[in-house]
């Protein structure tokens, strides 16, 4: 069976989702098979597994960086947010049904036995697993029937290393704060602490850590520095939504209130044209492309668009011929109408933007699919891409009746003139480059940037954020702690 550490934060984005993966790679290099775990995550930004299981995108990032292959065991429970008061509830890569918070909140203690088997599945195939706790160990309102935090340390016998964000201020009132709020039990599985983000030069922080280590009694397991790497975010705290800045090329995203997997849209940032994020029509303007990403609740969002000013300024630069791109979510939106009969996602109907001749129904099932297709046969704009071959992967439970011209050579997708979309996440990963390129040479300048390959560049990614976190924290001890155990 394998060993464990855990990481668990004093707040949501102290960083824990890249000390995992850090870890992740750091075990790898060290020659171990390692697995990250997350029993519970809630995030819009998902995955889909081989197998056709569906998971947080973290943990699939960690996989990565783990060299392994992504599984649904790996994070047995995903909350998708629909409202502000429930979440669609997924359990080992199978949608379990809607809930409010208070009936998940009594409910998730049923799930333990399911969690468990999932990490003992995993301890069986590793030699160590890396768990990621969610948000902070001490929200005592919540506290009771934890399976996330020290609820899921006590379950796993797993030693804790506590990591607090110095970059957001007051690290000493997280750490010790922390520690101080926690069960005398608790307490004595912190084994000892991260001070993660830090800027400037380290040894500023010398006396820092002095302080802590006299103050909680544990060790300092290290400082890490502010890491400056390009892999994949999770949820809506990621500083990428907060760029308003064009580029080159000027490609908008529309930030949905629900956005989900903004990650599809690295593919850009990777070519050197980073998107902007725009949620008011006065943050528009005219740019050289328009995006629709994601969405986890179509209906609602679209709703959005109408309240918010933006669905005539959408349709607006339509008419002027800028190209728009519409992926899952996204793609509904751009549709004549949009209906969920059975509640799939809160239920409803509502017209759409009108700019493809198509039709989106919510149905019962989700799709959920890793694919692969051909484009072929496209006019206009987004011809640049006939000759691709695209590969990602679908997340959704809308099917779409559409008249237009396909995208893809299977017939999936839509084209009509210079509005595109399609369901497939991951298709800007082969389609980023020629996009950028034609829209470089509307404007009558040349792109030169060589193609990336993404692979490549994400091993780079994982061996520069293990380098930084094995330069910072002390390996010896990370060992010892693992085979002390609690």
Known sequence: MAKSIMIQGTMSNAGKSLLTAALCRIFRQDGYSAAPFKSQNMALNSYVTREGREMGRAQAMQAEAAGVEPSFLMNPILLKPTTDRGSQVIVNGRVRGEMKAADYFRYKKSLVPEVMEA???????????????????????????????????????????????????????????????????????????????????????????????????????GVVPWIDVDLDEEDSLSERLENKNASAADIAVVRLPKISNFTDFDAF?????????????????????????????????????????????????????????????????????????????????IEGLGLLNMETVFKSEKTLAQKRAAIAGVRGFFSCLNGLEAEGYEIHTGETASEEAPLFANGEGSVRGNVCGCYLHGVFDAAAVPIVKALFAKKGLEYNSPPLDKAAYKELQYNKLAEAVRQSLGMDLIYRIIEEGI
């Open 269 to 349: 940032a990777r070519c050197g044209i980073p998107v902007r994020y725009v949620s008011r029509e006065n943050e528009l303007g005219r740019p050289d492309l328009l995006i629709l990403p994601g969405t986890k609740s179509s209906i609602a969002d679209m709703r959005w668009l109408r309240e918010s000013g933006l669905e005539p300024a959408i349709k607006s630069l339509a008419s002027t011929g800028a190209p728009i791109f519409g992926v899952c979510g996204g793609y509904q939106l751009l549709g004549k109408k949009i209906s969920d009969p059975l509640n799939s996602e809160g239920g409803g109907e």
């Open 119 to 221: 990490y003992r599945e995993l301890s069986r195939r590793f030699d160590i697993i890396v768990i990621e706790g969610a948000g902070s160990p001490v929200e005592l309102n919540l506290k009771k029937d934890d399976i996330v935090n020290m609820g899921l340390a006590r379950l796993t016998a797993s030693p804790v290393l506590l990591a607090g964000d110095i970059d957001r201020g007051g690290v000493f009132a997280q750490l010790l704060g922390t520690l101080m709020l926690l069960e005398p039990e608790e307490n004595a599985m912190v084994k000892g602490l991260v001070v993660n983000k830090f800027r400037g030069d380290l040894r500023l922080f010398d006396e820092g850590v002095k302080i802590l280590e006299e103050r909680s009694g544990k060790p300092v397991a």
